[in-house]
């Protein structure tokens, strides 16, 4: 049984540009989290979804990111129009059900030039 | 606005020490987890406790759930060069639909 996918590891974007960051979760799982994380800091909570659905999005900035979870296919982050400040590791983490058991993917780390 | 607070920062020691990490907070939290994070990975979960007064080994890891359930403490035993890591406290934020994370203790086991 495959983990929690991300792709790309690795995205440089130059300011302005979009990024798209995708989330494939572990078979069976419909629950997905996204987090971001600067250096020497901890996780911090952007959105969670449900397949098809947006449950909660209280730690995603309300410009320039968006997140979907479509019937088929992976989770997608998108930042519009990034700035340097956009630079971290964003992870996603899936989950059968509960908050309690998420499995995290290794992350996709952007840097902004 | 519900945070944990992760001590130390930073933790060097040698192999074969003992030491405790703790996870503080001023909220009560139905369950914490602790993870661990190495360098260009994500966190795995290493354990959820769920009651107060509550104690589960894993190994050489001993975590406990303060009685309040609203703190926590990891003690490793005989660290190990393998143990080197960032450990990572996590609870259930309000509303039950996202997770808080505490800043993490990097640990480092030098043999």
């Known amino acids: 049984n495959a983990g929690v996918m991300q792709n790309p590891r690795h995205l440089v974007r130059r300011r302005g540009q979009e990024a798209r960051l995708r989330c494939s979760p572990m078979?069976?799982?419909?629950?997905v989290y996204w987090y971001r994380q600067l250096p020497e800091e901890g996780l911090k909570f952007m959105v969670y979804?449900?397949?098809?659905?947006?449950?909660?999005e209280s730690g995603m900035p309300k410009e320039r990111f968006s997140a979907e979870f479509p019937k088929e296919g992976p989770s997608i982050l998108r930042i519009q129009q990034v700035v340097r400040g956009d630079s971290a590791a964003y992870f996603c983490?899936?989950?059968?059900?509960?908050?309690?058991?998420?499995?995290f993917g290794p992350g996709t780390r952007l840097l902004v030039l | 606005t519900q945070l944990l607070e992760q001590s130390p920062q930073f933790l060097s020691i040698q192999e074969g020490e003992n030491l405790t990490v703790y996870c503080n907070s001023s909220?009560?939290?139905?369950?914490l987890q602790w993870y661990r994070q190495e360098p260009g990975e994500g966190p795995v979960l290493l354990v959820t406790?769920?009651?107060?007064?509550e104690v589960k080994k894993l190994k050489r890891l001993t975590f406990q759930f303060g009685d309040a359930r609203k703190d926590s403490s990891l003690h490793i035993t005989a660290a190990q060069p393998g143990d080197t890591g960032l450990y990572l406290c996590?609870?259930?934020?309000?509303?039950?639909?996202?997770?808080?994370f505490g800043a993490g203790t990097r640990l480092f086991v030098k043999a």
């Open positions: 406790v769920v009651t107060g007064g």
């Open positions: 983490a899936s989950s059968p059900g509960g908050i309690e058991t998420q499995y």
């Open positions: 078979k069976g799982h419909s629950h």
């Open positions: 996590a609870g259930d934020g309000t509303g039950g639909f996202k997770t808080i």
């Open positions: 979804l449900q397949k098809e659905n947006i449950i909660d």
């Open positions: 909220s009560v939290f139905s369950s």
